[in-house]
């Protein structure tokens, strides 16, 4: 049987009880991805697109990758500091190994800590703020990066060797409080800018 000939293929496929109908006449109803209007909230489009979903929904995957982040930047920090520190340490090859291990894994959790911390912050209040409105999400953006900007710079316990007097330290507090704002209010911006370019810096 010669399966190049399109009509013999015309045929077996008009014998098959599909009623005459040409192969490329056949549509599946499961490829087609549309969903009806009056039924499309109910479901996750996976559209790529992050405005779709609530600031809930974004809060799970942006402490998540925060909490990575972290841990991949604490994990350099501490590989660069460990073989520093090892390399002038004279000890047996299993002690040079297992403070190498401590320093990798101490600054990976501190500064995965670090960072969850503030992603969780930022997440709480942007999902507060969504709750009083939710018209306008850069704005709702930059209120959370300067608060919580503010909230970490001036309840962290800064480094220090004695503790100063109350003033002196609600001065620090202050002070840092302000820095973390100022940071919070650059990279708001930051990421505004970037994530809204037609936005912005349409002509």
Sequence with gaps: MDNQNPDNANSLFSLGGFGGLRPNQIHSPYLNMSLPDTIS???IVPEGNARNRGRFELAFSQIGASIMVGSGLGGAVGTYKGIKEVSQLEAFLSVKRTQFLNYVTRNGASMANTFGTIALTYSAIGVGLSFIQDQNDDLNTLLSAISTGALYGSISNPKLQTIPPKNVLLQMRIKRGVVGSLFGTF?????????????????
């Design 41 to 43: 909230s109910e479901f």
């Design 187 to 203: 990279a708001a911006c930051s990421y505004i800018l970037f994530c809204n370019k037609d936005k912005y810096f349409s002509n």
